[in-house]
Nanobody, 121 residues
């Protein structure tokens, strides 16, 4: 039904920047919330940043002031601008979206495949 595709990950030195993109496609009536999560080896997946359709945002304490989440509703795309990256930011980053596929059906959560972000010291 709905697919999320992340892009923009890669290898960067500490202090550098990356911008991740998450493009949603498929049967989409409306996307309510979008978010970025990450999972490092041996750790639970955690919320990095979230954004509502209206633009309200929330961030994990560890990334406040460094990361910025945004979205383009016309393109069904979310972004995560990551600045001042630290080695502890190294993880697989996953996009999540709460999607309404029709006016009457309930919403569903969808996950992307993930994109690797590696920050070297």
């Amino acid at each position: 039904q709905v697919q999320l595709v992340e892009s923009g990950g890669g290898l960067v030195q500490a202090g550098g920047s990356l911008r991740l993109s998450c493009a949603a496609s498929g049967t989409i009536f409306n996307i309510k919330d979008m978010g970025w999560y990450r999972q490092a080896p041996g750790k639970q997946r955690e919320l990095v940043a979230g954004i509502t359709r209206g633009g309200s945002t929330n961030y994990a304490d560890s990334v406040k002031g460094r990361f910025t989440i945004s979205r383009d509703n016309a393109k069904n795309t979310a972004y995560l601008q990551m600045n001042s990256l630290k080695p502890e930011d190294t993880a697989v980053y996953y996009c999540n979206a709460v999607v309404f596929t029709s006016r009457t059906y309930s919403d569903n959560n969808y996950w992307g495949q993930g994109t690797q972000v590696t920050v070297s010291s």
